[in-house]
T-cell receptor
């Protein structure tokens, strides 16, 4: 079983749609959780950290369920500029970031 | 505020050759981690350097080695290149050994022929 698994995608949605990405992780000792965004042929960039209480940043909402070892990202009112690959990432304090394979989102007009 | 920089941006090598990639961390950061990202995959951790020592290592062979300098910059060396080493090599910097948030450089795209 892979350490971090994500929906395979790709997700093709129209502008204005709401889209949700799911992710599961296998190591219960994981302490930190993130969503990174990666544009084609570019480096990953931190989109947001994920907290147990859930957190929101504009149109983006992230949720963490430690009991189920499940992380989600919700994007509301999708924009063309949201087209990218979204990487689910977990970390034990001071250790390497463990990345999922990524889910590709394509938003069309 | 300078972000993470890497050089070169692109590199073409042949099998059996050796390559050195370079990384300068974000200003104020002292920890450097290296990742390999094959096409269609997420980045995979190679190793992490802090205080000029390798602190952690992923599942990569000894052909992959590194170094960190007193100014916190770092090098990744790969010996005896294989075709399968073709990938985007990413450097990430953070503050302190327990630093959670890592910032990535633009990467070096290596092609092994």
């Amino acid at each position: 079983r892979k350490e971090v698994e994500q929906d395979p995608g790709p997700f093709n949605v129209p502008e204005g749609a709401t889209v949700a990405f799911n992710c599961t992780y296998s190591n219960s000792a994981s302490q930190s959780f993130f969503w990174y965004r990666q544009d084609c042929r570019k480096e990953p960039k931190l989109l947001m950290s994920v907290y147990s209480s859930g957190n929101e940043d504009g149109r983006f909402t992230a949720q963490l369920n430690r009991a189920s070892q499940y992380i989600s990202l919700l994007i509301r009112d999708s924009k063309l500029s949201d087209s990218a690959t979204y990487l689910c990432v977990v970390n034990q304090a001071g250790t390497a970031l463990i990345f999922g394979k990524g889910t590709t989102l394509s938003v069309s007009s | 505020d300078a972000g993470v920089t890497q050089s070169p941006t692109h590199l073409i090598k042949t099998r059996g050759q050796q390559v050195t990639l370079r990384c300068s961390p974000k200003s104020g950061h002292d920890t450097v981690s290296w990742y390999q990202q094959a096409l269609g995959q997420g980045p995979q951790f190679i190793f992490q350097y802090y205080e000029e020592e390798e602190r952690q290592r992923g599942n990569f062979p000894d052909r992959f080695s590194g170094h960190q300098f007193p100014n916190y910059s770092s090098e990744l060396n790969v010996n005896a290149l294989w075709l399968g080493d073709s990938a985007l090599y990413l450097c990430a910097s953070s503050f302190g050994l327990a630093g959670e948030t890592q910032y990535f450089g633009p990467g070096t795209r290596l092609l092994v022929l």
